[in-house]
């Protein structure tokens, strides 16, 4: 593995952690940010490139997107200097955003036209898990490119929790489904803690009997001590990134005719917090204004049923 070359494309929260565990396990690596102070923290870093995506297509064996969506894959690839005219022969690019699958298929295409696997990758664990090396990834695309590549996620992901899910679209919404799943329990729970307190149980006893019982989950074993009752309130995710995952997957569950009775709700919660002023506010602190976003959705729903 160290005689191949890794790209990491943005290295933000998740992006950051993901090329830091690359390097400890000693893997020659090119990374590339649109922020200077991004780059210049890797700069100088023994087996480390500073390098455009056009740079790095033309010579690693994979690279690896950590990039807010898919509009910023797409920029890196135009162009003579970009990804697409660049790439060498059996490049495998790895899309680590959360992304409409619509989206995805398309792209996935285009690369593949310029002799490019395309592989798009839901992650989960957070920051914490990219820190750590111990992401889950869910997987779709080109089973062989996968296999061919899979010995690459060692370092940054958990051996047993990488996931090959099936063709284009499928990492994504997988990721989708899960983030779906992950917030609307992130909410319930702060609905609970709210009954709580107002019965004049603390919030930090409920969530032991929680976590002692079957209503447990990542929310409250994770969560809740860790960026709540730690009064830390740094889960380090915006409000907009939870409302802007809601939003694709309430559109996938439309478009698969599938229904997202309880998504649905779930993502009108968080855009009234955006009307709340909290769009690049840390999510935990949802906990703190909860009530208040909750009667003024609950109050625009009945305006709406009056409509």
Known sequence: MNTQIVGVVGLGNMGGGVARN??????KLMVWDVAEAARTAFAGLE???VATPGEMAAQCTAMFFVVPATPEI???FEGQDGVLAKARDGLVVYDFTTSDPEATKPLAARAAASGIAYLDAGMSGGATGADAGTLTLMIGGEREAFDATRPLLEPIAD???????????????MKLIHNMICHTCFLVTCEGGRMAEKAGIALG??????NASNAR??????RFPRHILSGKWDAR???????????MAVAQADALDSGAALGTVTRDFLNVAIEHGM??????????RFDEIMVDMMAAKARQAVE
């Open 22 to 27: 690359f390097h400890k396990a000693g893997v």
């Open 47 to 49: 087996g480390v490139t």
């Open 74 to 76: 797409v920029d890196s």
């Open 159 to 173: 051996p047993e929790k990488i996931f090959y899910l099936g063709p284009s679209g499928a990492g994504h919404t």
């Open 205 to 210: 006893d409920m969530i032991s009997v929680v």
């Open 217 to 222: 989950s990542y929310a409250s074993e994770v």
């Open 237 to 247: 995710s915006r409000v907009y990134n939870l409302r802007k995952d809601l939003t």
């Open 279 to 288: 769009t690049d506010t840390d999510y935990s602190r949802l906990y703190e």
